[in-house]
Each structure stands twice: as structure tokens, then as C-alpha cells.
């Protein structure tokens, strides 16, 4: 998987991935980052990326034919997804992610500054992309992201814990509680079925819990999770209790 980010800070991006589970992912070649600093396709000699916008007002414009250059450079796989975040754009979600995962890899343009010119948007083939409703100061914060979120999904990324089908959104219920040892902290207990080594009711336990925390935090998500007959049920009787 290759990500290739066109960003004016290649440096926050630089930083970020070369810790942990990503920097590990590099290493081994998994995944692939290709920055591209939009300030190296200035047009002119003074390295301005950005101007004065049209009709006036406050801040500045990030120019477009900086922008077009960079891309132009790009040397991508045909049909490789162009995505220009945002938070004008579709909300990136983990069926986005899993999608992306599946290809070849992901160009990723980061807007800067108040805004980009329009003509980015009208001349390129992006598909906008935000990360959610809340204003960042600039798009390298969302592509972060959406590197984290595809690349975890990359065979041999996570090695062999467990796959990505079984968690969270993937299911589309939340996870069910984790608890490690000491049994018993400051009075708190971990809760007995855990301890009764019956996996069938441990197995049970821990499906209801995923379906009583996805209907009380995330009541949302029940409308497009698998649920079968005897989660239905069990949704059935939390609706009654919560009712009563
Ligand atoms: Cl993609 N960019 C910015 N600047 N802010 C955001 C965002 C993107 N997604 C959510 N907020």
C-alpha cells in the first residue's frame, strides 16, 4: 500500500508515521509514504504557495497550480483514488478505509490555510474527504488519520492478533469490556463469568455486552449491524427495561 501525501508540512507527516505500529509497517515495506512538499512546484522564484483570494476578505488562498504540479509529478498506479481532505467532504468511516485498503494505494492532497482554490476541486478528479465535524488547521491531521486507519487493514501490519473483521466497526457493535489481571483492583471485581472458564457463556457475556453498550452509547450503529435472532431479542428486552 502506497500513500503518496501533497502537503506544505511533510514534516508533521514525516514525525508521525515513523513510531510504533506504522514505523514498523515502513520498515518491512508494507506500507509505502511518498511526500511531496507542494512548495517545491512554486511557479515562481520566491516559493509562494498561497495568495490574497478574489473578492477579498480575511486569509489567504492556497494557489492552484502548485498543486497541479505536485500530482503531475506523481508517478501512480492508473485508478489509483485522489482524495482532497476537507471538512467540506464525505466523512471517512471504516468501510472508506477498508475500501482503500484494497487498493493500490492513496494520493492524499492536505488543504492549508482558509481554504484552496476552487479550481482543485473543479479541475482535478478528488474525491473530498473529511474526518469528521470539527475544524482542523490543516489537512495533515486528517490524512494521519486515514494512513492509520487503511494501513492497519494491510495484511501483516497488525501480524497475527486478530483480524480487523472481528472489532468494532467492522461488526458494527462496539466492543464488549477487557479486563487482565489482578481479578480484584481497589475493590473493583472482573466480573465472575470471566473467571468460569465456560466459553460458551463467556462467548454470550461478552455479545451482550457489545449489543447493551452499542445501544446505550452508539444506538445509531444497531440500524446497520449484523444482529441475528437472539440479538434481536436481547435488544428487545433492553428496550422493555429501559422502558419500564
Ligand atoms: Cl480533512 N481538514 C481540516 N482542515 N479540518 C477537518 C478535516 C479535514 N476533517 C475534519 N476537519
Known sequence: MRF?????FPGILAGAVSESILGRAI???LVELTLVDIRDFADNRHKVVDDYPYGGGPGMVMKPEPIFGALESLDTPPGVPILL???QGETFDQELARELSEGPGVVLICG???GIDERVREGLPVREVSVGDYVLTGGEFAA???IDAVSRLVPG???EQRSPEEETFSRGLLEYPQYTRPAQFRGMRVPDVLLSGNHAL???WRREQSLLRTFLKRPDLLDRAHLDEDDLKFIESLKKRKNA
Open 27 to 29: 520498515h518491512r515495506e
Open 85 to 87: 481532505l476537507t471538512p
Open 157 to 159: 501490519v497488525l501480524g
Open 112 to 114: 492549508r490555510y482558509e
Open 4 to 8: 503518496y501525501v501533497l502537503t506544505l
Open 202 to 204: 463467556i462467548e454470550r
Open 144 to 146: 494521519l488519520s486515514i
